[in-house]
């Protein structure tokens, strides 16, 4: 296995070669549901022109404005990371002047790096064996090296994260705002005040495995924020199978009679068993009238009320699920659905 200081010196000399250079608002087609607006001066900006005429951010359909955001945060955070190089070399050259010691001895002793265990690198390898074609003998060096590189990485991130955190340091450049889009959420099903200061729009589909996660933690969100949030939810259904348009429409003829939610909950508490047949068998496990039920499904405007909602999310460029907005903003899902649209809801809440 490698020696630890002379590979970490390899790690840290690879960390250290990185360059230090690289880096709406509104849709009046349709009368919607008023939410906040920001970015003029970025709406303004003019982009292109065409026979003569300029044509600005703002003349973006919303697809395109979101996926030009979703591009220049990319940047950011590119541009982001390069700082964060310079500056640890920065505060390795200060603090290593400062105490009259070697530079390289010093990140050794502030990454503070412990080489991996038999037993840790073995759970590794063991987790991650589908992915490993060599046995374990022949791979455990270069596992030993990886997990060393992974340590390097996470401490140096937390160390200028306490920089960060002191105040000693703090990035300049600006971080690029989301487009707000105005979203036609008129006649479909929601909780909470119209009048509340925060609006999530939840787009989904009932056979989605992270859309019954999502649903689940929105409503911990809605116990947790309680007033202050109004949530609409919108089918978008993508599954090929049929199944979950079907299941969508029969959610549509649940809300004509009253019922719409005890619905929506069950058909997400028996994803797994979903088929064509769901509908009825939801409307009669939660005592609708099979009659007007029936009638419902039949009516050409239930499936029609499907497709304009999934119109709408193919405007504003979703091409999965879930998706959400809130106040009109896209909120990308990271890791944790409950705790990255808390974030964002408080976020809002302080505007």
């Known amino acids: 296995m490698p020696h630890l200081p002379r590979l970490l010196f390899v790690v840290f000399l690879a960390l ?36 003569g005429r300029s044509y600005l951010f703002d003349d973006l359909r919303p697809s395109e404005r979101q996926s030009w955001y979703e591009l220049e945060l990319k940047q950011f955070e590119a541009r982001k990371l390069i700082l964060d190089n310079a500056l640890w070399q920065i505060h390795i050259d200060q603090e290593a002047a ?46 030993a090296s990886y997990l060393i590189q992974q ?55 009932y ?31 993508i599954n090929r199978s049929g199944i979950s348009t079907r299941v969508a429409e029969g959610a549509v003829c649940a809300d004509r009679q009253g019922h719409y939610w005890a619905y929506h909950e069950a058909a997400f508490a028996l994803q797994s068993s979903l088929s064509l047949k769901s509908p009825e068998q939801l409307a009669e496990r939660i005592g609708l009238d099979k009659a007007d039920f029936a009638a419902c499904i ?7 009320k499907i497709a304009k909602s999934k119109a709408e999310g193919l405007r504003l460029g979703i091409d999965s699920t879930p998706a959400f907005f809130v106040n009109g903003r896209r909120v990308t899902i990271r890791e944790d659905f409950e705790k990255e649209l808390a974030e ?3 976020l809002a809440l302080k505007e």
């Not at 996660?213 to 949030?229: D, I, N, P, V, Y």
């Open 298 to 304: 039949a009516d050409g405007s239930t499936a029609e």
């Open 344 to 346: 964002a809801i408080s």
């Open 98 to 143: 400062r105490r009259n010691i070697d530079r390289d001895k010093l990140a050794l002793e502030l990454l503070r790096i412990e080489q991996p265990s038999e037993e840790s690198l073995k759970t590794f390898y063991q987790a991650n064996k589908a992915q490993i074609s060599a046995p374990y003998e022949e791979i455990k060096s270069q596992l």
């Open 16 to 51: 250290s070669a990185m360059p230090l250079a690289a880096t709406e608002c509104s849709d009046n087609t349709v009368e919607k549901r008023s939410v906040g607006c920001g970015g003029e001066s970025n709406g303004q900006r003019a982009l292109f022109q065409y026979d």
């Open 207 to 237: 056979q989605c495995p992270h859309c019954k996660t999502a649903s689940q933690a929105m409503a911990r969100l809605r116990e947790r924020f309680g007033e202050k949030l109004r949530v609409v939810f919108m089918d978008f259904p």
């Open 151 to 205: 340590q390097v990485i996470r401490n140096r991130a937390s160390l200028i994260d306490a920089l960060r955190q002191q105040q000693r340091y703090q990035v300049l450049l600006d971080m690029p705002q989301p487009p707000i889009a105005m979203i036609d959420t008129q006649d479909y099903p929601s909780r909470g005040s119209e009048f509340a200061p925060v609006e999530v729009v939840e787009f989904a589909d």
